[in-house]
């Protein structure tokens, strides 16, 4: 076969089959421009269809071709919305004094109104008759269906009863678009292509779209030569005719050398469409040329149309079960989540959980940077590496494969487990994702033959892609894939992800409003203690002032008993002011403004052991500091106060004969964590936790030098306003250890 153009055959899935710029020999195609309908381009057949060269053509007005009445009858259906519908149009062309009939088919490209004229078929009312009855036959029984294969297989028969092709089959893609036949209908001699499974390279991505927008193509005989369309570039567009939509398109010499290879002379192929995407093929093969009239190729895309239809209805049917069972898996989850504390404990710790959503045999939440693991998963090192790779390399919500090795090839030693994935994505920036895993699963596939295209080396030593030569059964064992992932599935884990971002964001809202609340609440309770305190020390020095005159003034008068209770009163108002600063004191820290400046603690806490140096040399206590106190960022005075409050509370409560303290940091912490270490009496278990509570005193206010009880809950104040932690680790008899952190001063 001549090819008047020549096509580089390395690439299949760059070749240009939409601009071949020519027609198969079975019709005529003229470009026009309307609206005076001017004659642009012809195919280079007119001499043998109407007696007339393209040159006697081309530049001249359509009426050069047909009669006035026949030019207006055209006009007319051209004023349809949609002129498709008008298809075909019989035509009548007088040549050599005789009139011809042709079917006229229409559309419009880029500007352009593109007519394709095919010899009428003599017999086209019994056509009609005969097939309105077997068509009406075919949609009967494909409703009366309730499978897609039961489907697939009524509509394969019903093809090849109209058409009469050797061979019919129904060709669905998967996820990968390679493709596999589930149903079947052929002359008894041939051999059977049933479940065989072909690879995506047969049908390259160019042609599944020209199959998406052409609900049939037909190829009356492989052997034609191709008919070239003059002149090659349109004048109007400047360009090659675009002959996406048109019915008389040249065959690409790849698919004409794989219909060889196959045996195959004819072909025609009804699209299936689902959503407006391509769910398969009607392909029909014959082993010698077979023109179909095209009424009956109206006939079959009908049906193809009608078929699209059952499958979506069909295969939303199936499964039916499970996918209710996964709607209510996803409304308990989201129940779950919405009554616990915790929304992550409603996924995994309840039944159904996580892993019921979607048939998985292991299931990760990373949040928080935290992994929660349910099921069979890999090691959290290596979910650790598969999250990176996927924050660097996925961008949509959600992203599936049943063969994770092929994206990751680092997942393959954990094949057993993680073949397949699932992962929704919450907040990518946060590092926030749902995982779910499937394990391997091996198969042995099917394939019509090698489904690796060969490589030819020519003599001049260029290489090109050849289509396959044989179609015999060729058994592939697929390893590194798990059971494929259902469409419902993937929406219920989308569900799943909206779920969770809402809850996420609710329970955000909740807390921003509890802050604020509490911010509220902690102004106000600072100003209650600062006003209250304050208030409170005038009546207070009253007391204390008259009871001191009482017993200055009548103390010849009162016995020893009652100046003992004026003299229990005066300590007592001593007490009562003592707690009142303290409470003065904390109630401002709340409200003043901290100097924050990069300080050297060794020279803080050197000053608070100058200032306690009469303490320490009365209590005979060894102080400790094991290495030079880091730099940090904070507020000075502050937090000489911290170390002050827990170092004296280190020498106080401390009763054994050789007293120490140790004060120090851990190397190379995250924050900053320091410790003042004591030896001393050490804090009951029970009473861990409230030691840091205002006034909480373990002793009665004699024992161990007294106090008012608030050095703690000041400290912990301040280390909570430096964004710190304060906590305390304590063996009851043997002493106890204080911990705070601070930034270091890159921090800031």
């Not at 827990?646 to 106080?652: D, H, S």
């Amino acid at each position: 076969m001549v090819f008047p153009f020549q096509v580089d055959l390395t690439n299949c899935d760059k070749e240009p089959i939409h601009i071949p710029s020519c027609i198969q020999t079975h019709g005529v195609l003229l470009a026009l421009q309307e609206p005076d309908l001017t004659i642009l381009q012809v195919s280079d057949n007119t001499v043998a269809f109407f007696g007339l060269h393209p040159d006697e053509l081309i530049n001249q007005p359509l009426s050069r071709l047909l009669e006035p009445e026949q030019v207006e009858f055209l006009i007319d259906c051209l004023h349809q919305e949609d002129i498709q519908i008008v298809n075909p149009i019989e035509i009548n062309i007088n040549i050599s004094q005789k009139g011809k009939l042709f079917d006229a088919i229409v559309h419009r490209q880029n500007k352009l109104l593109v007519l394709e004229l095919e010899p009428h078929s003599s017999e086209k009312n019994n056509i009609y008759f005969r097939f309105y009855y077997l068509v009406k036959l075919a949609v009967s029984k494909l409703q009366s269906a309730k499978f897609v294969t039961e489907v697939s297989q009524i509509i394969a028969q019903e093809v090849r009863k109209i058409t009469g092709f050797d061979r019919v089959m129904v060709y669905k893609f998967d996820q990968d678009w390679n493709g596999i036949v589930i149903a079947e209908d052929k002359q008894e001699y041939l051999p059977s292509y049933l479940d065989l499974h072909y690879p995506a390279s047969d049908i390259p991505k160019q042609a599944r779209e020209l199959y998406r927008q052409n609900w049939l193509r037909i190829i009356p005989d492989a052997d034609y030569q191709p008919t070239a369309i003059v002149p090659t570039i349109n004048p109007l567009t400047k360009e090659p005719l675009d002959l996406s939509k048109s019915v008389l398109r040249s065959v690409s010499p790849i698919h004409i050398e794989y219909m060889h290879n196959m045996g195959v002379k004819a072909s025609m192929s009804i699209s299936l469409i689902k959503n407006n995407q391509l769910w398969g093929l009607i392909a029909c093969h014959h082993q010698t040329p077979k023109y179909i009239p095209y009424e009956i190729r109206n006939a079959c895309e009908f049906l193809g149309q009608v078929t699209s239809l059952e499958l979506t209805t069909k295969e939303d049917n199936e499964d039916s079960e499970a996918k209710i069972q996964t709607k209510s898996t996803l409304a308990k989850l989201v129940e779950y989540m919405s009554v616990e504390k915790n929304f992550i404990d409603g996924l995994i710790n309840k039944q159904p959980n996580l892993l019921h959503l979607v048939y998985a045999d292991g299931a990760t939440i990373c949040f928080n940077n935290e992994l929660y693991l349910i099921g069979n998963t890999p090691e959290e090192q290596d979910i650790q590496k598969l999250l990176f790779w996927i924050n660097k390399n996925v961008n949509e919500d959600i992203f599936y494969t049943d063969s994770l090795s092929k994206f990751y090839p680092e997942s393959e030693k954990y094949k057993s487990i993680a073949s397949g994935l699932i992962v929704i994505s919450i907040s990518k920036h946060q590092n926030k994702y749902v995982l779910w895993f499937r394990p391997e699963v091996i198969q042995t596939v099917r394939w019509g033959g090698n489904p690796n295209k060969p490589v030819e080396v020519s003599k001049n030593g260029s290489v090109r892609l050849s289509p396959r030569k044989s179609f015999e059964l060729w058994k592939e064992v697929v390893r590194l894939t798990s059971l494929p992932w259902k469409s419902y599935e993937i929406n219920a884990a989308l569900e799943l992800r909206s779920a969770i971002i809402s809850m996420v964001v609710r329970k955000a809202d909740e807390l921003a409003k509890l802050n604020v609340e509490l911010e509220r609440s902690n102004k106000e309770l600072d100003a209650f203690a600062y006003i209250a305190s304050h208030d409170l020390k005038e009546p207070l020095r009253g007391i204390h002032n008259y009871s001191n005159f009482l017993i200055e003034d009548y103390g010849e008068i009162l016995d020893e008993e009652g100046k003992n209770k004026l003299r229990t009163l005066i300590r007592l108002t001593r007490r009562m002011e003592d707690l009142i600063d303290s409470l003065l004191h904390f109630s401002r820290l709340g409200r003043t403004d901290m100097s924050m400046q990069q300080t050297d603690l060794n020279a803080v806490v050197h000053r608070i052991l100058d200032l306690l140096s009469a303490r320490i040399e009365e209590t005979g206590v060894k102080i400790r500091i094991p290495k030079p106190l880091p730099i940090v960022y904070c507020d000075r005075i502050q937090i000489g106060e911290v170390f002050s409050n827990l170092i004296t509370n280190a020498i106080k409560y401390n009763d054994k004969a050789e007293k120490c303290v140790e004060i120090g940091y851990i190397e190379n912490s995250e924050p900053l964590t320091f410790y003042i270490q004591d030896n001393g009496i050490g804090i009951r278990e029970k009473h861990l936790e409230v030691i840091f509570r205002i006034f909480k005193r373990l002793h009665s206010p004699s024992k161990y030098g007294g106090g008012t009880g608030a050095g703690l809950t000041i400290a912990k104040k301040i280390v909570e306003r430096h964004e710190g932690q304060i906590w305390v680790e304590s063996t009851y008899g043997e002493g106890s250890t204080f911990y705070f952190t601070l930034q270091k001063p890159n921090e800031v």
